[in-house]
């Protein structure tokens, strides 16, 4: 075993005994339909965090012929497939972890001269090769893939190649445009032509970022994407099903709905609901639902790029804020971290670095849960958008006084949170109030969650605030009205007996809930407010 060739299998192991592992066996017989054919050249895309190198050393520890992984492997899903036992152990893997080795190099400051690092890749995999294959893998010059070209052709030798982190250099070093060019050698001297045709019978590469429109990086057309934003076959792969997650509450005693609000949100094809897998682990090792995944990056990133000066981005990013989707084009993105050219752009990078959620049927982005709203309202607060700061610390005030029923103050907030949203939400009906609303009750989303149009009694209640878990405040019921009154929505709620949705919820340790109907009159462009306690009924 080698550090890039046949490395063995302790990092997987080391994932498996987590307290929170889930099987991703499956992805094994993904992979094994494509082995050796057209398409057996993966470029796995996922956000930081969200499972890739977990992945990438499962299928080393899989395919490699360094250890017999039969025991290893007996107790998951991937031992029940029909093609388990025809690729086990079966192959040489190289195996790089980019990130790792570039972190390396730069704590040795040895990335300087663009070749340096590629130098050092060329000169330890040749060595490796050399010393498992001997004369059958030296050439007349130092290079890699020449070494596992002819391997393959001396001695019948086929190989799965594993890149981890590939985009990194593109990452970390931006400007750096002679080392990208070198890299982008690197990998058209791997990945194209004869050599990937003869000695690499399956590529698997993860990152953060796509490949196609890289610029020069054309060449590596021969690579399928999968990602965030059409992850394909693999997309139970991509982070935990609600069915995974529901499993792990289950069993580690914890409320589903509170970690589906946390960190549910993004959807990937045909798999419904796909949870950040950092986060619920950290949740449930920590026994507390908080922002994990976030605070492994900074929240910098984020603010720089909703900072942008494009036309329509702050628009979009306010109405996001308020419970909004946005329509995106993704197509135009050509997948760099610098040279954003458009508010798409911005978006897209986002979804990639999973700030924002995808949908694939209607082809627009949203924010997806309460880890990644809090990092939102982070961003801002660190952005020149003031009128939309003035919201966020007047929504706090806004709660305080719905909880002390006090109608007036309720509606004078509203007023002031309508004149400085005005200019960016057009405000017309009763749809557009439910976005102002949306807006200025933001830092409820700390006690409650939204839900916009709940089937409720006889009709579909227009704003419904359920408790989390550990608030004390009661459930709000809001009805909206555009130049009725107050009082009518009021009526409304009590007519259609909205109330009764709330008895299909977990509320036993609520006695009473707040109905609140909230009138806009265009004429004065005031707001009015009425606000009752209601006895909740029991199950």
Known sequence: MGRFLNPGIESFLRYTKSLTYVDKSGIIEETNKLIGTDKSFICMVRPRRFGKSLAAYMLNAYYCKGQDTHEVFAKYEISKKASYETYLNKYDVIYIDFQSVYSELKGMNYIGESVNILEYLHRNLVAELVAEFGENAKTEYISFPASMNQVSRMLNRNFVVIIDEWDCLFREEKENEELQREYVNFLRSLFKGAVADNAISLAYITGILPI????????????????????????????LTDTEVDGLCKEYGMDMGEMSSWYDGYQSGDCGHVFNPNSVAAAIRRKRFDNYWTTTDTYEVLRDYISINFDGLKDAVIHMLAGGKEKVNTLKFKNRMDGLSSKDDALTILIHLGYLAYDMQDGTVRIPNEEVRVEFANAVEDTKWTEVIKVLQKSDKLLEYLWARNNEKVAQTIDFMHETECSILQYNDENTLANILSMAFFTARQHYTFHRELQAGKGFADLVLLPRLYTKQPPIILELKYDKAAGAAIEQIKAKHYPTCLTQFDLQRFGTC??????????????????????????
């Open 212 to 239: 196609v429109k890289y610029g020069t990086q054309s060449a590596l057309n021969n690579f399928d994407e999968y990602s965030m934003i059409d992850a394909a076959q693999f997309c139970q792969y991509m982070g």
């Open 514 to 539: 707040l109905l609140a109907g909230i009138n806009y009159d265009p004429a004065t462009k005031k707001h009015e407010a009425q606000i009752e306690e209601w006895v909740i009924e029991r199950k």
